[in-house]
């Protein structure tokens, strides 16, 4: 077998085998297949597709590029949650807490972003001390005594998929169905959690624009898990509109605290987390989701969820007190009275961005204070000259065009609009 042929069979719409793509993945991860090679295999998929064999073979070969984790040694049901990215996600944030004090298991590995804005990893990052780096060890025995960790990935966990990853980003070959689905669940599966929820974003802020489409990523992702015996479930949601208030990485670790403890909760953002929160409970517990639902609820009320995040961030060196926060300001106010039909999530993340709240390239450095408050939410009420946003930067000479920029992602009319569901479908 040489890569010509695979390459040539491909070209011509014929049907791949499992060893010819494991041949392929396989010396790719190797060097033994150069970029430039590589990157006309993967245009050849992304172009024409792959069947759902074969996405399940690509899938299989990029789990087997690296490490399985091996969970045996922890004493709790391991629940595991994935977002799609998102401009304001801080679901992990919320929701670990929250299923980690209703006696499950979180052993999350999360990402540092390559996008417009800051990933978990990130955000956990801009708290002063917290350790992303813990060994298997220290990893399990937190898991095991106080129920969550998160924890920077590994870079032996789907090693294909990395090369991959950034070869698809490089030649533009990012929204490809079968390229995504086995970039996502050969993460999920090699990272070793049983249950996995599934949040897609869907929306102008999100890589998934359409609905059709995330659906049928969604089932694509599902019935790969069950080939490995994996529980999924699908949460497509709303990504045309920034999640929560805060966009930034210390910006979002405060809402996460005001969140937590009750201080301010975002109506679509408690919508999302309590959803995501709820079927990690309802499949790990073997309950119903209403009952699922209810406590969830009656965790975030009684402080118990909180306690949870304290002792967690305490436990990996992390001081709340102390967050890498140092930033100025700058005021937006409303040029008219109306009702806000529209936050845009892009607009939103790409001012970020350009302050310094995401990364191009992993050398890129991050300012973990920087990023954007809004000071009004979609759907409310804003008069002229009343306070839409604030922005915290650091290094700016263009101010008038950020805040005109800011100005620019809201949308305002003078009618009330029709509220619409952050939740858009449930797949399992």
Known sequence: MNFKDVLSKIVKGKKLSYHEIDYVITNFTNDNINEEEMSKFIMEIYKKGLTFKETLYLTNSMIKSGEILDFSKINKTIVDKHSTGGVGDKITLIVAPIVATNGLGVAKMSGRSLGLTGGTIDKLESIEGYNVNLDKNEFINQVNNIGVSVISQTDKIAVA???IYALRDKIGAVDSIP???SSIMSKKIASGANIIIIDLKVGNGAFMKDIKSAKKLARTMIKIGK???KKVVVILTDMNAPLGKSVGNALEIKETIDFLNGTYQDKRLKTLS??????????GKKISI??????????LENGTAYNKFEKWIHCQGG???ELKDNAKTLEVF?????????INAEKIAIICNELGSGRSNKRTTIDYGVGIVLNKALYDKVKKDELLATIYYNETKEKER????????FKIIGIKPKEKNIIISIIS
């Not at 209403?290 to 965790?299: C, F, P, R, S, V």
């Not at 409303?334 to 529209?342: A, C, N, P, R, V």
């Not at 950020?402 to 992602?409: A, C, G, I, N």
């Open 334 to 342: 409303s040029d008219k009275d109306g009702y806000i039909d529209e």
């Open 402 to 409: 950020l805040v005109e920029q800011l100005k620019q992602s």
């Open 179 to 181: 390229l995504i689905a």
């Open 227 to 229: 080939k490995w015996n």
């Open 274 to 283: 309590s959803t995501v929160a709820a079927y990690m409970i309802s499949k």
């Open 290 to 299: 209403n009952k699922a639902y209810t406590l969830a609820k009656e965790t």
């Open 319 to 321: 001081n709340l007190s």
């Open 161 to 163: 998929d990395k090369k």
